[in-house]
C-alpha cells in the first residue's frame, strides 16, 4: 500500500477520464453479465490515462522495491455501481506453465490506483497473504473456472465468493495505490454503498530484462492479438503515441515461440 500517490487534482482528473470510457456501463445487458466485476475497460480508450501509466510517484516506488525499468503491459478501469455483489476471489498469472511462476520474485505486477474512499463497506480490495506462493483452498475450485459465469455470478453459493478467515481487507483513500503480484488471490468486498466504486489496475513487467525469452516473445504489438498484451492504439497523436511506446516493453524481434497463456498453477505450488 502507498498512500497518496496521486494529489486532490489528478484523482479528479482521471475520474472524469473514467467517466468517458464507463458510459457502456449504462447498459443492463452490460450489468448483468458483469454483476460481480463491475466493468471490464480497456484504459487506453482514453489518451490521457499515459501520464497515469508514467507517473513519477509510482514508478518511483517501485523502484524503491527494487524494480529499476518497470514496462507497462495493459490496464482496466474497475467500476463497481452502487449495491453491487462482491468481486470474486482469483489471480492474474498467466505464465503457471513456466518456472518463472514459481520463483519468489514477482515477475508480473498490478498497481491499483482507487479514486474515491474505499472500505469493505463499498467494495474494497481483500487479499489472501501468501497465496502468490502457496497453494490455498480455492486454487481447486478456481483451477478451469469458467471467468464469464463468476463474473455474472451465475452461483453465489461457490467458495469463490466466499469469506475466508485467512483474507486481509485492504482499505483505501482515493489517491492510494495498492501493488499486487499477479499471482496473488484477491477479490473484493461487495459495494453496499449509494456510490460508484472506481478503481485503476495496471499491469507491468517489473524487470523485463530478467523475463525469460518466451515470455517476452509475447510482446509483438499486434492490436487485436488479445487485450491484455501491450499495444499502441490506432489513432492517436504521434506525440501521445510516442510516449506510450517508451512506457512499453520493447517489441520482440527474435525467433522463439511465445509461451502459451496457462492460467492456473500446477504441483509445483504447493
Ligand atoms: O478492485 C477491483 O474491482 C478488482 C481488482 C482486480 O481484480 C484486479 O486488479 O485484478
Known amino acids: 500500500m502507498i498512500p497518496g500517490v496521486l494529489d486532490v487534482d489528478e484523482v479528479r482528473r482521471y475520474r472524469a477520464l473514467a467517466a468517458r470510457i464507463l458510459a457502456p456501463q449504462q447498459d443492463r445487458g452490460y450489468q448483468e453479465k458483469h454483476v460481480a466485476i463491475g466493468s471490464l475497460f480497456d484504459l487506453l480508450r482514453e489518451p490521457g490515462y499515459v501520464d497515469l501509466?508514467?507517473?513519477?510517484?509510482?514508478?518511483?516506488?517501485?523502484?524503491?522495491?527494487?524494480?529499476?525499468?518497470?514496462?507497462?503491459?495493459?490496464?482496466?478501469?474497475?467500476?463497481?455501481l452502487p449495491r453491487t455483489p462482491r468481486t470474486f476471489w482469483h489471480q492474474d498469472c498467466i505464465t503457471w506453465n513456466h518456472p518463472i511462476a514459481y520463483e519468489p520474485e514477482p515477475h508480473e505486477l498490478i498497481l491499483i490506483y482507487y479514486l474515491v474512499d474505499t472500505t469493505p463497506h463499498n467494495g474494497c480490495l481483500r487479499v489472501i497473504p501468501g497465496s502468490h506462493r502457496r497453494r490455498h483452498a480455492l486454487h481447486e475450485p478456481l483451477h478451469g473456472a469458467c471467468i464469464p459465469d463468476l463474473e455474472r455470478m451465475r452461483d453465489p453459493s461457490s467458495p469463490v465468493f466466499q469469506i475466508y478467515p485467512d483474507e486481509v481487507s485492504l482499505p483505501a483513500k482515493a489517491g492510494d495505490l495498492v501493488v499486487v503480484d499477479v499471482r496473488l488471490l484477491h477479490a473484493t468486498h461487495a459495494n453496499d454503498g449509494d456510490e460508484e466504486r472506481t478503481?485503476?489496475?495496471?499491469?507491468?513487467?517489473?524487470?523485463?530484462r530478467d523475463l525469460p525469452e518466451c515470455v517476452r516473445a509475447r510482446y509483438t504489438f499486434r492490436t487485436g492479438v488479445d487485450g491484455r498484451l501491450p499495444y499502441v492504439p490506432e489513432g492517436w497523436p504521434e506525440d501521445v503515441a510516442s510516449r506510450l511506446r517508451a512506457l512499453l516493453p520493447a517489441p520482440y524481434e527474435g525467433g522463439v515461440a511465445p509461451l502459451p497463456w496457462h492460467t492456473d498453477p500446477d504441483e509445483r505450488l504447493r
Open 53 to 80: 501509466i508514467g507517473h513519477p510517484r509510482a514508478l518511483a516506488a517501485l523502484r524503491r522495491l527494487g524494480f529499476d525499468e518497470p514496462r507497462y503491459e495493459h490496464g482496466i478501469v474497475f467500476n463497481k
Open 199 to 208: 478503481a485503476l489496475s495496471l499491469w507491468y513487467a517489473p524487470s523485463v
